[in-house]
Protein backbone atom coordinates (compact mmCIF):
# COMPACT_ATOMS: atom_id res chain seq x y z
CA UNK A 1 0.00 0.00 0.00
CA UNK A 2 0.78 3.63 -0.22
CA UNK A 3 3.70 4.66 2.43
CA UNK A 4 5.16 8.08 3.31
CA UNK A 5 7.43 8.59 5.54
CA UNK A 6 9.46 11.67 7.27
CA UNK A 7 12.51 12.31 8.78
CA UNK A 8 13.23 13.04 11.75
CA UNK A 9 10.97 11.50 13.48
CA UNK A 10 11.58 13.89 16.94
CA UNK A 11 14.08 16.65 16.91
CA UNK A 12 14.94 18.81 19.78
CA UNK A 13 16.53 22.08 18.55
CA UNK A 14 17.49 25.35 20.29
CA UNK A 15 15.27 28.52 19.52
CA UNK A 16 16.93 30.91 16.84
CA UNK A 17 18.16 27.68 14.64
CA UNK A 18 16.30 25.98 11.69
CA UNK A 19 15.09 23.16 11.24
CA UNK A 20 14.29 20.65 8.62
CA UNK A 21 11.96 17.76 7.78
CA UNK A 22 11.36 15.95 5.16
CA UNK A 23 7.80 13.73 3.70
CA UNK A 24 8.50 11.18 0.80
CA UNK A 25 6.25 9.16 -0.74
CA UNK A 26 8.04 5.79 -0.90
CA UNK A 27 5.59 3.54 -3.11
CA UNK A 28 3.86 6.40 -5.39
CA UNK A 29 4.44 9.58 -6.78
CA UNK A 30 2.69 12.60 -5.41
CA UNK A 31 2.03 15.64 -7.38
CA UNK A 32 0.76 17.07 -3.78
CA UNK A 33 1.23 17.24 -0.95
CA UNK A 34 0.14 18.84 2.56
CA UNK A 35 1.87 19.61 5.91
CA UNK A 36 0.00 20.04 9.10
CA UNK A 37 0.33 20.51 12.67
CA UNK A 38 -1.07 19.29 15.68
CA UNK A 39 -0.60 21.12 18.92
CA UNK A 40 -1.57 18.79 22.44
CA UNK A 41 -5.19 17.79 22.59
CA UNK A 42 -6.05 20.17 19.78
CA UNK A 43 -6.96 19.00 15.65
CA UNK A 44 -4.51 18.40 12.82
CA UNK A 45 -4.17 21.93 11.32
CA UNK A 46 -3.60 22.14 7.66
CA UNK A 47 -0.55 24.74 7.32
CA UNK A 48 0.19 24.38 3.39
CA UNK A 49 -0.31 22.76 0.21
CA UNK A 50 3.06 21.58 -1.36
CA UNK A 51 2.63 21.25 -5.30
CA UNK A 52 5.57 19.66 -6.74
CA UNK A 53 7.53 22.41 -8.95
CA UNK A 54 5.46 25.30 -8.00
CA UNK A 55 5.59 27.76 -4.72
CA UNK A 56 2.78 26.32 -2.12
CA UNK A 57 -0.07 27.71 -1.07
CA UNK A 58 -0.26 28.62 2.69
CA UNK A 59 -3.16 28.51 4.99
CA UNK A 60 -4.21 31.83 6.18
CA UNK A 61 -2.35 32.49 9.40
CA UNK A 62 0.97 30.34 8.60
CA UNK A 63 4.17 32.63 7.81
CA UNK A 64 5.32 31.47 4.56
CA UNK A 65 8.96 32.91 5.70
CA UNK A 66 9.05 31.13 8.53
CA UNK A 67 7.71 27.61 6.87
CA UNK A 68 9.50 27.30 4.03
CA UNK A 69 8.28 24.43 1.98
CA UNK A 70 10.04 22.82 -1.32
CA UNK A 71 8.32 20.02 -3.03
CA UNK A 72 11.26 19.35 -5.70
CA UNK A 73 10.44 16.00 -7.29
CA UNK A 74 7.12 13.60 -7.15
CA UNK A 75 8.45 11.86 -4.04
CA UNK A 76 10.14 14.43 -1.83
CA UNK A 77 9.00 17.55 -0.11
CA UNK A 78 10.23 19.51 2.75
CA UNK A 79 9.32 21.16 5.63
CA UNK A 80 12.04 23.72 6.87
CA UNK A 81 11.19 26.16 9.98
CA UNK A 82 13.49 29.07 10.20
CA UNK A 83 14.51 30.46 13.20
CA UNK A 84 12.37 28.24 15.88
CA UNK A 85 11.13 29.53 19.09
CA UNK A 86 9.87 27.49 21.30
CA UNK A 87 5.71 28.28 20.63
CA UNK A 88 6.97 26.19 17.20
CA UNK A 89 7.23 23.39 19.09
CA UNK A 90 4.67 20.61 17.75
CA UNK A 91 3.52 17.82 15.80
CA UNK A 92 4.05 18.24 12.04
CA UNK A 93 2.65 15.81 10.04
CA UNK A 94 2.59 15.78 5.85
CA UNK A 95 0.46 13.58 3.74
CA UNK A 96 0.49 12.53 -0.23
CA UNK A 97 -2.13 12.09 -2.56
CA UNK A 98 -0.70 9.13 -4.83
CA UNK A 99 -1.78 10.16 -8.66
CA UNK A 100 -4.95 9.04 -10.02
CA UNK A 101 -5.96 8.78 -6.26
CA UNK A 102 -8.15 10.66 -4.19
CA UNK A 103 -7.13 8.93 -0.70
CA UNK A 104 -4.33 10.87 1.25
CA UNK A 105 -1.74 8.70 3.27
CA UNK A 106 -0.30 10.50 6.04
CA UNK A 107 3.27 10.22 7.24
CA UNK A 108 4.13 9.45 10.99
CA UNK A 109 5.02 12.85 11.68
CA UNK A 110 7.84 14.63 13.56
CA UNK A 111 7.89 15.69 16.90
CA UNK A 112 9.70 19.21 17.33
CA UNK A 113 10.78 20.61 20.52
CA UNK A 114 12.24 24.13 20.78
CA UNK A 115 14.18 24.98 24.15
CA UNK B 1 -17.97 28.46 15.18
CA UNK B 2 -15.64 25.42 14.54
CA UNK B 3 -16.01 23.94 11.27
CA UNK B 4 -15.77 20.90 12.40
CA UNK B 5 -17.27 20.02 16.28
CA UNK B 6 -16.92 16.94 17.83
CA UNK B 7 -17.55 16.15 21.45
CA UNK B 8 -13.62 15.67 23.11
CA UNK B 9 -14.98 12.65 25.68
CA UNK B 10 -13.30 11.29 26.81
CA UNK B 11 -15.94 8.20 26.50
CA UNK B 12 -14.81 5.39 28.96
CA UNK B 13 -16.68 2.13 27.81
CA UNK B 14 -16.72 -1.42 28.44
CA UNK B 15 -15.57 -3.77 26.25
CA UNK B 16 -18.30 -5.34 23.99
CA UNK B 17 -20.15 -2.29 24.25
CA UNK B 18 -22.05 -0.39 21.54
CA UNK B 19 -20.70 3.24 21.46
CA UNK B 20 -21.64 6.40 18.95
CA UNK B 21 -20.17 9.36 18.27
CA UNK B 22 -21.48 12.54 16.52
CA UNK B 23 -19.92 15.31 14.71
CA UNK B 24 -21.31 18.53 13.15
CA UNK B 25 -19.78 20.20 10.22
CA UNK B 26 -20.35 24.18 9.27
CA UNK B 27 -19.72 24.15 5.67
CA UNK B 28 -23.13 23.17 3.81
CA UNK B 29 -20.45 22.98 0.65
CA UNK B 30 -18.47 20.39 2.23
CA UNK B 31 -18.60 16.99 -0.04
CA UNK B 32 -17.09 14.08 1.37
CA UNK B 33 -16.59 12.77 4.80
CA UNK B 34 -14.43 10.91 6.69
CA UNK B 35 -13.71 9.21 9.96
CA UNK B 36 -10.26 8.95 10.96
CA UNK B 37 -8.64 7.37 13.81
CA UNK B 38 -5.38 8.53 15.61
CA UNK B 39 -3.28 6.43 18.46
CA UNK B 40 -1.37 8.22 20.68
CA UNK B 41 1.73 10.10 19.35
CA UNK B 42 0.96 8.51 15.50
CA UNK B 43 -0.44 9.54 12.38
CA UNK B 44 -4.20 9.48 11.41
CA UNK B 45 -5.39 6.58 9.71
CA UNK B 46 -8.70 6.47 7.11
CA UNK B 47 -11.27 4.71 9.36
CA UNK B 48 -13.56 4.62 6.47
CA UNK B 49 -15.19 6.85 4.29
CA UNK B 50 -19.13 8.33 4.89
CA UNK B 51 -21.59 8.30 2.20
CA UNK B 52 -25.19 9.31 2.10
CA UNK B 53 -26.76 6.50 2.38
CA UNK B 54 -24.72 5.37 5.52
CA UNK B 55 -22.78 2.67 5.11
CA UNK B 56 -21.24 -0.23 7.37
CA UNK B 57 -17.73 -1.85 7.73
CA UNK B 58 -17.44 -5.02 10.28
CA UNK B 59 -18.26 -3.12 13.49
CA UNK B 60 -18.45 0.12 12.56
CA UNK B 61 -21.33 1.81 10.90
CA UNK B 62 -21.23 5.27 9.33
CA UNK B 63 -24.08 8.50 8.93
CA UNK B 64 -24.29 11.32 7.43
CA UNK B 65 -27.28 13.64 7.27
CA UNK B 66 -26.69 16.56 4.97
CA UNK B 67 -29.72 18.62 5.72
CA UNK B 68 -28.59 18.59 9.66
CA UNK B 69 -24.80 18.72 8.40
CA UNK B 70 -24.41 15.95 11.11
CA UNK B 71 -22.02 12.90 10.93
CA UNK B 72 -22.06 10.11 13.26
CA UNK B 73 -19.97 6.81 13.55
CA UNK B 74 -21.65 3.69 15.49
CA UNK B 75 -19.13 0.67 17.08
CA UNK B 76 -21.09 -2.39 17.64
CA UNK B 77 -18.69 -5.42 20.41
CA UNK B 78 -16.16 -2.91 20.94
CA UNK B 79 -12.43 -4.07 21.61
CA UNK B 80 -9.95 -3.19 23.46
CA UNK B 81 -7.75 -2.27 20.12
CA UNK B 82 -10.87 0.09 19.34
CA UNK B 83 -9.18 2.64 22.09
CA UNK B 84 -8.10 5.86 20.05
CA UNK B 85 -8.99 8.95 19.23
CA UNK B 86 -11.63 9.39 16.34
CA UNK B 87 -11.44 12.03 14.07
CA UNK B 88 -14.51 13.50 11.64
CA UNK B 89 -12.87 15.04 8.83
CA UNK B 90 -14.54 16.97 5.75
CA UNK B 91 -13.14 17.70 2.27
CA UNK B 92 -14.83 20.61 -0.05
CA UNK B 93 -14.06 20.02 -3.53
CA UNK B 94 -12.19 17.01 -4.11
CA UNK B 95 -10.75 15.53 -1.07
CA UNK B 96 -7.83 17.70 -1.21
CA UNK B 97 -8.19 19.96 1.92
CA UNK B 98 -9.42 17.88 4.66
CA UNK B 99 -10.76 20.05 8.16
CA UNK B 100 -10.42 17.69 11.36
CA UNK B 101 -12.25 17.68 14.11
CA UNK B 102 -10.48 18.15 17.92
CA UNK B 103 -11.19 14.27 17.59
CA UNK B 104 -13.01 12.05 20.01
CA UNK B 105 -11.19 10.07 22.45
CA UNK B 106 -12.51 6.65 23.34
CA UNK B 107 -10.91 3.81 26.13
CA UNK B 108 -12.16 0.68 25.83
CA UNK B 109 -12.29 -0.79 29.72
CA UNK B 110 -11.79 -4.65 29.72
Known amino acids: GAVVSQHPSWVICKSGTSVKIECRSLDFQATTMFWYRQFPKQSLMLMATSNEGSKATYEQGVEKDKFLINHASLTLSTLTVTSAHPEDSSFYIC???????????FGPGTRLTVT | RKEVEQDPGPFNVPEGATVAFNCTYSNSASQSFFWYRQDCRKEPKLLMSVYSSGNEDGRFTAQLNRASQYISLLIRDSKLSDSATYLC???????????FGTGTRLTIIP
Open chain 2, 89 to 99: VVANFGNEKLT
Open chain 1, 95 to 105: SAIPLGSYEQY
